[in-house]
């Protein structure tokens, strides 16, 4: 059974610095990772999807990379900023119609 | 204007009642999805639906149903049989089955409260 963790489950930064967000996933099999942004009380936003054949998409200040063979994939904020406080989820498309979710990173960045 | 629009955005239920929540989408989208959130949970399927007229459990789908009968819709029904029904609930569409590039939609999503 597909599972996907996510740590750390909340993250404090100052203001400019970088910072990385872990997910790990236990089956390799997967047609896609995608990273989605949610505000509080909000929906979820697509933030970048990498696809299997894929090992990492960038979008501005983003960057995620995704590794099968360990089961992990990484989001690379560069430059914080106060606006990218948000919680951030991990989730992995297997077989079907299904996608599983992590849980999430709650991010605060601190003018 | 494209998207998906959830309402009501808050909704109390009382014990032993029904309630509807409604999710439309004009994305053209054939795939239709609704998940409940809990605090610190991961979103969970509740049912999804491919196409009109056609529908599958997710994974906590007892004490709810659904109907699909217009490719705009998907409504979800809290029922009595529920019995904790608290959380955020959040639908999305999908473009049907396109493998690695599949991406959701997410709607704002509607907070049901017990009274």
């Known amino acids: 059974k597909q599972e996907v963790t996510q740590i750390p489950a909340a993250l404090s930064v100052p203001e400019g610095e970088n910072l990385v967000l872990n997910c790990s996933f236990t089956?390799?099999?997967?047609?896609?990772l995608q990273w989605f942004r949610q505000d509080p009380g909000k929906g979820l936003t697509s933030l970048l999807l990498?696809?299997?054949?894929?090992r990492e998409q960038t979008s501005g200040r983003l960057n995620a990379s995704l590794d099968k063979s360990s089961g992990r994939s990484t989001l690379y904020i560069a430059a914080s900023q106060p606006g990218d406080s948000a919680t951030y989820l991990c989730?992995?498309?297997?077989?079907?119609?299904?996608?599983?979710f992590g849980a999430g990173t709650r991010l605060f960045v601190k003018a | 204007d494209g998207g998906i629009t959830q309402s009501p955005k808050y909704l109390f239920r009382k014990e032993g009642q029904n309630v509807t929540l409604s999710c439309e989408q004009n994305?053209?989208?054939?795939?239709m999805y609704w998940y409940r959130q809990d605090p610190g949970q991961g979103l969970r399927l509740i049912y999804y639906?491919?196409?009109?007229?056609?529908?599958q459990k997710g994974d906590i789908a007892e004490g709810y149903s659904v109907s699909r009968e217009k490719k705009e819709s998907f409504p979800l029904t809290v029922t009595s049989a529920q019995k904790n029904p608290t959380a955020f609930y959040l639908c999305?569409?999908?473009?049907?089955?396109?493998?690695?590039?599949?991406?959701?939609?997410f709607g704002p999503g509607t907070r049901l409260l017990v009274l």
């Open positions: 989730a992995v498309k297997a077989g079907g119609f299904k996608t599983i």
């Open positions: 089956d390799s099999a997967i047609y896609n």
């Open positions: 994305l053209n989208h054939d795939a």
């Open positions: 990498i696809q299997s054949s894929q």
């Open positions: 639906s491919q196409i009109v007229n056609d529908f």
């Open positions: 999305a569409s999908s473009i049907a089955w396109t493998g690695e590039q599949e991406t959701q939609y």
